[in-house]
């Protein structure tokens, strides 16, 4: 059979065009998936930090150093766990500041069981991207209460209730949670457990450890934008939304109800609708959590942050003042000791090291001072115990008034306020009480110890003789004049000079 040249040239010349435009078409395919817009899905580790106990600065450092260093190696997401009473509040702002503002997922978590995020730890709960809390866990209870225990004024109880509370509606509000219970946590002081919590919104997820937090959330998607929901009403919106949507199978949009999108469980083509009628913010801060098999790396405090964490606990900052001041004066009343002053000297150090974290009255710390002061001029003018007494009152109301916060885990324990004052005062009343007993003592050294002390006649004593007491001979004569016979038993009556005057002492 012939093959036409032309016939065999044009076969090949259409067989190139069609190659030539099948590449050009997966050329542009690939660019149009290029330029397509998809979540971020991190692929490194999952850094883990661990929030116990009072937040302070120490752990204001910690966090944001952590959060920095979940940034430097792309995390997957950083990881907080939070076992905390409070602390202090602008802390706890420049915390939840580093959280929002984090260009990696931040996951807060309630843990082990028995843990509790109250106070400052609770609005941390509230500011994470993901809030999540162990079982048998419990959060809440941000209401603020005076220093001491003690009542605010009406005026500064509203202002401090009205901070906090605006403070945690936009922490909730900004991450799509429970409003009423936030603001309740504050003006009510309501706590909740992990399932109330769960039930009511405040949280997204129970999960029973580590492992199976990652595992549950792997693959959630969460918007560092804030925007969590799209929320609208039929009649709000413009026609062509709603014939989308029904298009897609959702017939029941057509009431006069309020219709609530979850972002995290809609799908892209429902989130670039509506980004197209302006009801969705761009997705420029949107991820996709992969933290299943995500290799944990558990960042521990530094030891400055460790050592500021410890002695920044007001419980510890306050007994290190308290050995310090007592070192000082017993080096003051017994001089040339040198190991008290010195124990002394560092503990105060350390502690007003701590003051300079700890939000102090300055009032509280000067009444302590006073307290100390009345408590030396004890030792050296004889007051009967009235200055030390004074001194103990001083004591208890400053150190009430110490710490200048109205978060009750920044207080002074009142047990080791009154334990401090109780053993001041009995070591006082100790020694007052040696005073007195050695005041009403018989003076045994001297002319007038010797009156009353008995001792045997060594020759016969009349005006004059021999008298042994104490070891040691004195000359003696008998004070009713009527003669001692040598060997008898006397009695000392008097000193007169170098000569003691006896009595015979009667059968």
């Not at 190659?19 to 580790?45: D, N, Q, Y």
């Not at 076992?83 to 997922?105: F, H, L, R, W």
């Not at 009649?235 to 219709?259: F, H, Q, S, W, Y």
């Not at 419980?315 to 070192?327: D, E, R």
Request: a negative charge.
């Amino acid at each position: 059979m012939k093959i036409n040249k032309f016939d065999l040239k044009r076969s090949w010349t259409k067989r190139i065009a069609a190659r030539t435009a099948l590449l050009a078409a997966l050329l542009l395919a690939s660019l149009a998936f290029s330029t397509e817009k998809v979540p971020k899905a991190a692929a490194g580790p999952v850094v883990l930090l661990e929030v116990k106990g009072v937040i302070g600065h120490a752990t204001k450092n910690y966090v944001t150093r952590g959060v920095k260093h979940g940034e430097n190696t792309n995390a997957a997401a950083v990881l907080i766990t939070i076992d905390t009473p409070g602390g202090m509040m602008d802390s706890m702002k420049d915390i939840a500041t580093a959280m929002i503002n984090s260009k990696v997922p931040v996951v807060a978590y309630v843990y082990p069981s028995g843990a509790t995020a109250t106070s400052a730890g609770f609005f941390l709960l509230m500011a994470a991207d993901v809030a999540a809390m162990a079982p048998n866990t419990s959060a809440g209870s941000a209401h603020p209460v005076a220093m001491g225990g003690q009542q605010m004024d009406k005026t500064m109880k509203e202002k401090a209730a009205n901070y906090a509370v605006k403070l945690m509606e936009q922490y909730a509000e900004r991450r799509g949670r429970n409003i009423d219970v936030a603001r309740d946590a504050v003006l009510r002081s309501i706590s909740v457990t992990s399932q109330e919590a769960l039930d009511k919104g405040v949280i997204e997820i129970i999960a029973e450890d580590v492992d199976d937090l990652l595992l549950k959330i792997d693959g959630w998607t969460i918007s560092k934008s804030g925007q969590k929901t799209v929320e609208f009403t039929p009649g709000e919106v413009e026609p062509e939304l709603l014939d989308e949507l029904r298009a897609r199978g959702m017939e029941d949009i057509d009431g006069g109800e309020t219709i609530v999108f979850d972002l995290n469980e809609t799908d892209e083509d429902i989130r670039e609708l509506f980004k197209t009628h302006g009801l969705l913010d761009d997705d420029s801060g949107r991820f996709t959590l992969r933290t299943d098999g995500a290799p944990v790396e558990k960042l521990p405090m530094s030891f400055r942050e460790l050592f500021f964490q410890m002695i920044g606990h007001p419980q510890i900052a306050y007994i290190l003042f308290m050995i310090g001041v007592y070192a000082l004066i017993f080096e003051v009343t017994h001089p040339g000791a040198i190991f008290p002053g010195v124990v002394g000297a560092i503990c105060l150090v350390i502690a007003f090291t701590a003051f300079q974290v700890i939000p102090i009255n300055t009032v509280g710390l000067a009444l302590i001072i006073g307290a100390f002061v009345l408590f030396v001029l004890e030792i050296f003018i004889v007051s009967h115990g009235l200055l030390a007494l004074g001194g103990v009152a001083l004591m208890v109301v400053g150190s009430l008034m110490l710490v200048d916060s109205t978060d009750p885990a920044l207080q002074i324990n009142i047990w080791l306020i009154l334990s401090t004052a109780g053993t001041t005062a009995l070591l006082f009343g100790v020694a007052l009480a040696a005073v007195i007993a050695t005041h009403r003592k018989k003076v045994s050294t001297g002319r007038r110890g010797m009156i009353g002390i008995k001792g045997k006649t060594l020759t016969d004593v009349n005006t004059e003789g021999k008298f042994s007491v104490r070891g040691e001979i004195w000359n003696a004569r008998s004070k009713s004049g009527d003669p001692i016979l040598a060997g008898e038993s006397a009695i000392v009556v008097e000193v007169d000079g170098m000569e003691l005057v006896i009595e015979k002492i009667k059968a």
